[in-house]
């Protein structure tokens, strides 16, 4: 057979200005919906959106919490069937198709898909519900305690993939050697079949034969002897092409994947075999216009300012993260820490079967859908959870297992606040510490000095060797001060810009004296909204004012002080 016309897989972005209806505060679509979809044909849709959108940034609908519904239309051909994949909305979505429910999301900011049957071309109706109402039933891992403000909408892109029944599904890359370089790659289908296969890395052929191909995968170690590496400083990436054909079975897919091993040895994190010194930020998706669903230019803006400021690694706080902001990662050569949703849960939660159910499926689907993503160098979970409390182990321990059973490459790690009196960071592979000293106090009218950063890195240093954890890797995970954009003040007052100047070079000279500490994300990246409520007294203009930029990414003194002088390791 002369050379044979591959299919290439063609994804139908189905991004643009959907059809959307406003229907309340008090609508009860969300659940009436669900038992009699017919209701779905009453809907009329006054408006449209934009996908990926917020719809509670929208003139008329900023801050409003209930219902709203989108809908678009997809031109099926002669695909056997569809997978449409939504990279992530909030705070809940039900899917429906041509009016039968087809999906309930109850995990913001995950990826998921949603197969859809083809019989011939057809024209395919998709509704999406959105509510942005907290509902701990329907909703529990997104509440209106955290300290950043929830959204609702379809917050990032989604695709729809003609397919034949028998296709790759997706896969997973591990270099398992840079000297030379090797990669192991495990192909997994959306069920059983044998198939010829071809790989080519780059345009070159590097395997060719029959495999049985399933949903528990199969691998295939390679020899990618000459290839370039990964790494902050070269993120060389190259591109891995499945051919997938024979009876019943048609399919091509194009992975990008970067050639790095990464690795805990002592109080090391090496990556190809070279000790790590992390500096950056905690980085919320957020912007007053436009929520999470941040326009890509604007990822690529704020990885900018990471670099001017000879940052090499950003947390993506507090929740899976946008995947176009991960590839530009890779592209940059950003380190990152992506975790799974979480901000201070507590007993209620551990004791929470359907939440710790969620928590744990949402742990294992971020890093099945982001495992091939070399800017990645470890998993995080629970920020902050009340890991002193009775029942926070067994959490601990089933969300560490949870990471490395779905990716045994990367370490794990979780930010605690709870220490010295935590009881689980025996448990993960780095230790990551938040603490704010010279601004949070145990006692408000206490006089907080500057001095107190180097005293509190120090003590924390000592406990942990006293409790045997000093031969992990240690990052402070989380340390900042707040400033208000444009509070200049003589006196370097609380919130002034002067202030929080001060704090952080002080941050990053008492942390840079420290060998035993391998890595600081300063918290945070740029101002973003959270709640009035509980603690408006702390949230000026109910924003989180400790991002060394504002909300609309105009740098404070703090940001320009440190691209200045960082010193750093
Ligand atoms: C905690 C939390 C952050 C933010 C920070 C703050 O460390 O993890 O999300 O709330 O405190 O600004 O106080």
């Known amino acids: ?18 059809e959307f209806a406003w229907l309340g505060e008090e609508s009860d679509l969300s659940e009436q919906a669900l038992a009699s979809p017919a209701l779905l044909q009453q809907l009329v849709y006054h408006e449209r959106a934009p996908v990926p959108g917020c719809f509670d940034t929208m003139p008329g609908l900023a801050g409003c919490r209930g219902t709203a519904a989108y809908r678009t239309w997809i031109e099926q051909q002669d695909e056997e069937l569809g997978v449409i994949h939504f990279d992530g909305v909030g705070i809940w979505a039900a899917v429906f198709v041509d009016g039968t429910l087809m999906h309930v999301q109850r995990k913001p900011y995950s990826p998921f898909t949603v197969e859809v049957d083809a019989n011939g071309p057809a024209k395919r109706e998709l509704i999406v519900i959105i509510d942005n109402r907290f509902h701990e039933v329907r909703s529990p891992l997104q509440e209106n305690y955290f300290d950043f403000y929830a959204f609702g ?51 070159e052929s590097v395997f060719a034969g029959t495999l049985d191909l399933s949903e528990s995968g199969t691998t295939v170690e390679l ?44 109080r090391e994190v090496l990556l190809n075999g070279k000790p790590l010194s992390l500096f950056g930020w905690n980085r919320h998706e957020t912007h007053p216009q436009f929520g999470p669903a941040l326009p890509h230019q604007l990822m690529a803006q704020d990885l900018a300012f990471f670099k001017q400021a000879s940052a090499n690694f950003v947390r993506g706080s507090h929740y899976p993260q946008d995947d176009r902001f991960l590839d530009l990662c890779d592209e940059l050569g950003m380190l990152v820490w992506e975790e799974s949703l979480g901000w201070q849960q507590g007993e209620r939660h551990f004791q929470n079967a359907e939440y710790q159910r969620l928590i744990t499926e949402q742990q294992r689907e971020m890093i099945e859908a982001h495992f091939n993503h070399p800017s990645i160098v470890m998993w995080g979970f629970q920020n902050e959870m009340a890991s002193d409390k009775e029942g926070a182990r067994e959490v601990v321990a089933r969300l560490a297992a949870t990471s490395r059973e779905a990716d045994p490459s990367r370490p794990v790690t979780f930010a605690t606040c709870r220490f010295p ?31 107190e950063i180097g005293t509190r890195l120090s003590e924390s240093i000592a406990e942990l060797a006293r409790q045997g954890l000093g031969e992990k890797p240690l990052i402070i995970s989380e340390i900042g001060a707040g400033a208000i954009y444009g509070w200049r003040d003589a006196h370097s007052g609380h919130w002034s810009e002067q202030y929080q100047t001060d704090y952080l070079l002080e941050v990053i000279a008492q942390v840079a004296q420290r060998d035993e500490i391998m890595g600081l994300a300063l918290w945070q990246f740029c101002d973003g909204r959270t709640y009035g409520s509980s603690r408006a007294l702390g949230r000026p203009r109910s924003f989180n004012n400790k991002g060394v930029l504002d909300e609309y990414r105009r740098p404070k003194q703090a940001f320009n002080a440190i691209c200045e002088t960082r010193r750093w390791k």
């Not at 057979?1 to 959907?18: E, P």
């Not at 192991?184 to 044998?194: D, E, M, N, Q, V």
């Not at 949070?440 to 000095?449: F, Q, V």
């Open 1 to 18: 057979m002369g050379i044979r016309q591959r299919r290439s897989r063609v994804a139908m972005v189905l991004d643009g200005s959907w």
């Open 153 to 203: 909408g379809i917050f990032r892109p989604v695709t729809y993939l003609p397919l034949g029944r028998n296709h790759i599904a997706r896969t997973e890359l591990v270099t398992t050697s840079i000297a030379p370089p090797k990669l192991s790659a495990t192909l997994y289908s959306s069920r059983s079949f044998s198939a010829e296969v071809e790989l080519e890395v780059d345009g």
């Open 223 to 266: 020899d990618l002897s000459g290839l370039a590496l990964w790494s902050p400083e070269k993120p060389a990436l190259h591109t891995l092409q499945i051919h997938a054909h024979g009876e019943g079975v048609d399919d091509v897919l194009a992975e990008r994947f970067g050639l790095r091993t990464v690795e805990v040895k002592g």
């Open 421 to 451: 009196d935590d009881r689980c960071l025996d448990l993960v592979d780095i230790i990551s510490l938040n603490m704010y000293p010279g601004w949070y106090a145990a006692d408000n009218d206490e006089y907080r000095p500057l001095a």
